[in-house]
Structures are given as C-alpha cells and as structure tokens.
C-alpha cells in the first residue's frame, strides 16, 4: 500500500483574525503538532510521502529545511480547501509512476489540530487497507472527522471540487464505500478557529 499524507495549511483564518498557523502552543507553532505527527507516521508506514499545501511562507521554510515536499497555494489561487486539495492531487500526479500492483490512496490531514493521536491514526490507516471500501474516515460520536482516505480512483471526483467544499462533499455521494474507524478519544479531533479555541485547546490538552 503507497500512502500519500497531505497536509492542508493554506487556510486564511479569517475567524481567527491573524495567521492562526503560526500561533503558538507551549512554544511551538500550531502547525508544526500535525507535520511532526505525520512525519512519525510516514515513517511507521512501509510506502509513504509526506506533502504540505500552504500560503505560509514561513511553512514552506521550515518543510524545505527539513526535506518535507511543499507546494504553495496563496493569492488569487486560493479560493478554499478544494483548490489545495486539487493543487496536491496534480502536484502528485506529477511525480508519481503507479505500479499496476500497488494500491494507492491519499490522506488528507489539516493543520489546526494539535492532539491528534499518531498511534489511533496509524490503526486507522492499517484497518482501511486490510478492508475493501475505497474511502476511509475517522468516526466520533457518530461524526466523521478528519483525517480522511481516498483511493486514487476517486481523485478525478476530488478535483471537480470547488470553492470550501472539502472531500466529505465526495464522501457523502459514496456513503456505501465510505469505512468508519470509530474512536471515543474525541480529544484528538478539537480544532482551533478563533483565539479562544486556541487557549481553551492548550489548557485542556498540555496543563
């Protein structure tokens, strides 16, 4: 199985009011928990490759120093999640050369959630491939949270995407080949979208 982990960090935060990405917990840029976690990951995987999507300079810095692939998405080429969903998915195709005999599949992560669990997303990821079902998620409460899988048979559905519609948009036209990890550590999957997210999150997850 050949993983391609994308991180999604070209959001604007409007909400927020400032570059929500770079906003620090403990000292340590917010984006960096979700890149650090993922880079653990790719190497518990056998076949994996790390990719960042982003409007931060400042991100695409830090990946190029440490030999993460990078592309950006800023400017008028931003127009919400789904333009840096496509970005990756043609970057991607770019470089890769697919072996008729190695299943493939995109994960997509975003960037604003810092206890994400390296260890239940890894079980996640091992329990699709030994599955059947085409699309893959990570089920709370009856909740479909991210990340999310996709085998490479629906990139073409992904890049019609537009605008803030995001891969759930794809997930629930194929409800049937959708697979459910469930977990109860709901924990793991609080994002930040304002500044009081941002303190609220830290007390509860590094106090």
Same mark, same amino acid.
């Not at 570059?19 to 984006?31: D, H, Q, S, V």
């Not at 990719?51 to 993460?68: A, D, F, G, N």
């Not at 409460?141 to 794809?170: H, M």
């Given at each position: #199985?050949?993983?391609? &982990?994308?991180?999604?960090?070209?959001? %604007? +935060?409007?909400?927020?009011?400032?570059?929500?990405?770079?906003?620090?917990?403990?000292?340590?840029?917010?984006?960096?928990? +979700?890149?650090?976690?993922?880079? *653990?990951?790719?190497?518990? &995987?056998?076949?994996?490759?790390?990719?960042?999507?982003?409007?931060?300079?400042? @991100?695409?810095? %830090?990946?190029?120093? $440490?030999?993460?692939?990078?592309?950006?998405?800023?400017?008028?080429?931003?127009?919400?999640?789904?333009?840096? @969903?496509? *970005? +990756?998915?043609? %970057?991607?195709?770019?470089?890769?050369?697919?072996?008729?005999?190695?299943? #493939?599949?995109?994960?997509?992560?975003?960037?604003? $959630?810092?206890?994400?669990?390296?260890?239940?997303?890894?079980?996640?990821?091992?329990?699709?491939?030994?599955?059947?079902?085409?699309?893959?998620? #990570?089920?709370?409460?009856?909740?479909?949270?991210?990340?999310?899988?996709?085998?490479?048979? %629906?990139?073409?559905?992904? !890049?019609?995407?537009?605008?803030?519609?995001?891969?759930?948009?794809?997930?629930?036209?194929?409800?049937?080949?959708?697979?459910?990890?469930?977990?109860?550590?709901?924990?793991?999957? !609080?994002? @930040?979208?304002?500044?009081?997210?941002?303190?609220?999150?830290?007390?509860?997850?590094? +106090?």
């Amino acid at each position: #199985m050949r993983w391609n &982990l994308i991180l999604l960090a070209a959001g %604007y +935060s409007r909400r927020f009011g400032d570059r929500k990405l770079l906003a620090e917990i403990n000292g340590t840029p917010l984006y960096r928990f +979700s890149l650090d976690r993922i880079r *653990k990951l790719s190497e518990k &995987l056998k076949e994996s490759s790390v990719l960042v999507v982003t409007s931060y300079p400042e @991100i695409e810095v %830090y990946c190029r120093k $440490q030999r993460v692939a990078v592309i950006r998405n800023d400017g008028t080429d931003n127009t919400g999640i789904a333009s840096s @969903i496509q *970005k +990756s998915l043609e %970057y991607l195709e770019t470089q890769e050369r697919k072996r008729a005999d190695s299943r #493939m599949a995109d994960v997509f992560f975003t960037a604003d $959630q810092p206890g994400l669990d390296e260890t239940e997303v890894l079980a996640f990821l091992n329990q699709y491939a030994s599955q059947n079902k085409k699309i893959g998620t #990570m089920e709370c409460r009856n909740i479909w949270r991210s990340p999310n899988v996709f085998d490479v048979c %629906y990139r073409p559905e992904l !890049l019609q995407l537009s605008a803030d519609k995001g891969g759930k948009t794809v997930m629930k036209q194929h409800t049937e080949d959708v697979f459910c990890f469930h977990t109860e550590k709901e924990s793991q999957f !609080l994002d @930040i979208d304002t500044r009081e997210d941002l303190l609220r999150i830290s007390d509860k997850l590094f +106090s």
